[in-house]
């Protein structure tokens, strides 16, 4: 018997069905297809729409799908943990109400909020829990419903952000499968230049902080970027070279889905060709904990058990990661 890794068996994922294109946005503020296109990659978003529907709800969908995929019930769920930056209320936590939603009694539940990161953090926190021998079931969820605090009279964010989540679940694994190294990492300094200014307990809601339009992401897009395109590039490629990898040796990129311009630098620090590259930024854009996720339910069955992946994220805070996993089925 190896040492016990925590495995990947499973994924799942689910967006909202309304589709929220370029060309409609074009109709609610100056821009336009093409203008997006170049400068992002995306052509549709998903959004969420229906009264007293929340980032809960498609973490719900997407634990529900991954279930009855890998006919599991839910008592067998050690327990759930759920990345997201838009948390359905301050507390309690979104993980607690996605349990409710589908009836998850025997499984400790917790958020973890690293905005764009959080999929990554929320999936390392987990494999400890599995590497320890504590416990042999664990769902991680990346979700969020982006659409709820952004601002669509302004382009500059209005068109990057989308709707939707996915769920892994977890298992030991003593065969060399699963989660091999984890490297991740912030720095506080950047917290100034991504962020959302009220609701906390700094500047509470008041008609003041909504009248400023404060409720809503803010995004200086010019260093963001330029911390994402090197940061997340640089993790990446210090994943591989500690453990003595090339680009020859990696399958697939899982890189999480903010700007194509960032996955192609990623991609290319790393020696990877673009069919090694996960890409469905075009149809979803930026669903923050949702990307990574929803990338591996959409390349699944392209997936060979033993294939060499990285995950790689980078994110408000800032915090950026690279996860080496070797594909468990």
Known sequence: MGNIT??????????????????EL??????????????TGIKERRIL????????????NAIKGLLEKMQLNVSEIDAIICATATPDVLFPSTACTIADKIDAKNAFCFDVMAACSGFLYALTTASKFIESGSHKKIIVVGADKMSSIIDYSDRTTCVLFGDGGGAVL????????????????????????????????????SHATIDAKEHYLYQEGSTVFKHAIKNM????????????????????LAPHQANKRIIDATAKRMGLSEDKVMLNIDRYGNTTNGTIPLCLWEYENKLQKGDNIILAAFGAGFTWGAIYLKWAY
């Open 6 to 23: 925590a495995a990947i068996t499973g994924i799942h994922a689910w967006v909202p069905e309304y589709r929220l294109t370029n060309d």
């Open 26 to 39: 074009s109709t609610m503020m100056e821009t336009s297809d093409e203008w997006i296109t170049s400068r």
């Open 49 to 60: 729409k229906g009264e007293g529907l929340g980032t809960s709800d498609i973490g719900a």
């Open 170 to 205: 977890l298992e030991p694994n003593t065969e060399g499968y699963g989660i091999k190294d984890a490297l991740l990492c912030s720095d506080g300094a950047g917290r100034d230049f991504l962020k959302m200014d009220a609701g906390g307990s700094v500047k509470p809601a």
């Open 233 to 252: 590039a640089d993790v990446s490629a210090e994943v591989l070279e500690r453990n003595k990898l090339t680009g020859d040796d990696i399958a697939w």
